[in-house]
């Protein structure tokens, strides 16, 4: 008897399909062989001097144990034991469809609020893993638990590369919003430091209905002007700030100064590190350490947390040189339309008086502008907190207090009130 439709057609895969991380053996070969034929720099008085990049002695020491010591197996099952992982596929308007990996676990409160965790670069969906236990669990204090959705990014971690030009902040955000909606969450919050400040704000201003609120921790603003500012720039003038902030203005000028060069190439030519990124994982690896040990609060790293850390880009679906062309999009726009809103950042750095905010500042993150900055430009300010310590990867470094800090933005004293309500008749 001839076989039914039924019998023979492949049944329809799930839209969203738990994932668990697996990577080829042939892929940890390959991997080995290449740090195996490593060569090195030629050892000089200045070698390990901070000043001229990342130390001969700790790469060696970084190759050295990603050769012989470190166990991405142990790694790898320890992730997917922690991390509640799953794929799907999302449509981007003008671009292909993508497989999106993400993190994904909900709170048990009854509750909870929808919140999408958003990383950047050179970070991944590796950020969330300690705050992830912090804000899906149940508050005692009557704070609020949050379902929590953390991305990678296209381009990034174990989600599909992008084939086409013009994968932009638009996109990105697109991406993130559709994910949303496919997991039932219409109404959501965000979180996002690095690139991950320019999406949600994206996100803020492309879906004003759906986002109910935005943590940063990451706070760029465009400078004051003297028209439309002019308290703003008279209190700069005048220096008319806390220690803190003058600290932090002073980490800003360090980093342009001399902390920025990578994001001017990126921007401009990805291609060309992209080789370099691509085929060389000892470059890879001083290419992203350097950043992990100058954007941190002397964040003790140790061996295995740094190559597990770069290890997700090694084996990163799309491959490490994708992750770089984001900067060239974002400098590159693609018509004299996307120009103008350029030049005015876009939106994403001017007020949005839509969404309510809340502004996290660590002393060694990048950039850390003055409080009065991001109160008078970017949004209405629900909550806001200038740390004494912590820096860029704050999910990592300092997961207590940036969970904190979410939980006291989108809770009674903050923005919990609408939220709550907005959810409500939902």
């Known amino acids: 008897m001839a076989a039914s439709a039924s019998d023979s057609a492949p049944a329809p895969a799930p839209a969203v399909q738990p994932y668990k991380i697996a990577v080829s053996d042939a892929a940890l070969e390959r991997l080995r062989a290449k740090l195996a034929l490593a060569t090195f720099p030629k050892e000089t008085d200045f070698s390990d001097d901070w000043r001229y990049g990342a ?28 991390l509640p992982q799953f794929t799907t596929t999302v449509s981007v308007d003008g671009h292909e469809d993508l497989k999106i990996h993400f993190v994904h676990k909900r709170s048990e409160s009854p509750d909870a609020i929808p919140l999408l965790f958003c990383h950047g670069w050179p970070g991944s969906f590796l950020e969330v893993s300690k705050v992830l236990p912090l804000l899906t669990a149940t508050s005692k204090d009557g704070e609020p638990s949050f379902h929590v959705v953390a991305p990678s990014l296209p381009n990034y971690g174990f989600s599909q590369g992008t084939s086409k ?75 008319w700030y806390t220690a803190d902030e003058k600290a932090g203005l002073e980490r800003s000028r360090w980093f342009q100064a001399e902390g920025s060069g990578y994001n001017r190439l990126q921007g401009t030519k990805p291609h060309t590190p992209g080789f370099a990124l691509a085929d060389s994982p000892v470059a890879l690896l001083a290419w992203i350490y350097e950043k992990l040990r100058e954007w941190t609060d002397a964040y003790p790293w140790t061996d295995e947390e740094v190559l597990t850390w770069i290890s997700i880009y090694a084996f990163s679906d799309a491959g490490p040189d994708a992750s770089v062309r984001i900067y060239y999009e974002n400098l590159h726009p693609a018509d004299d339309k996307d120009k103008d809103k350029q030049k005015a950042g876009g939106g994403l750095l001017q007020y949005n008086g839509a969404v309510p905010l809340g502004l996290s ?31 860029h990867f704050a999910a990592y470094e300092v997961p207590e207090l940036l969970a904190a800090d979410v939980r006291k933005t989108f809770g009674r004293d903050g923005a919990g009130a609408g939220i709550r309500k907005a959810l409500a008749s939902s």
């Not at 130390?55 to 997917?80: C, H, Q, S």
């Not at 320019?198 to 706070?219: D, K």
């Open 361 to 391: 500042y660590f002393p060694k993150d990048v950039i850390s502008l003055p409080g009065s900055w991001g109160r008078a430009l970017l949004g209405p300010v629900a909550y806001e907190r200038r740390h004494g310590r912590g820096g």
């Open 55 to 82: 130390p001969l002695t700790d790469i060696k020491r970084l190759v050295g144990a990603w050769r012989e010591t470190y166990d991405w197996r142990r790694a790898e099952a320890d992730l997917n034991a922690r």
């Open 165 to 239: 030009p013009g994968f932009r902040l638009a996109q990105y955000a697109e991406v993130c919003h559709k994910l949303m909606l496919r997991l039932g969450y219409a109404r959501y919050t965000t979180q996002g430091g690095d690139w991950g400040y320019f999406i949600t704000r994206a996100m803020g201003r492309a879906y004003p209905s759906h986002v109910l609120g935005s943590h940063m921790n990451l706070i760029l603003t465009s400078p004051p002007s003297p028209l439309r500012n002019p308290l703003l720039v008279l209190q700069h003038l005048l220096g």
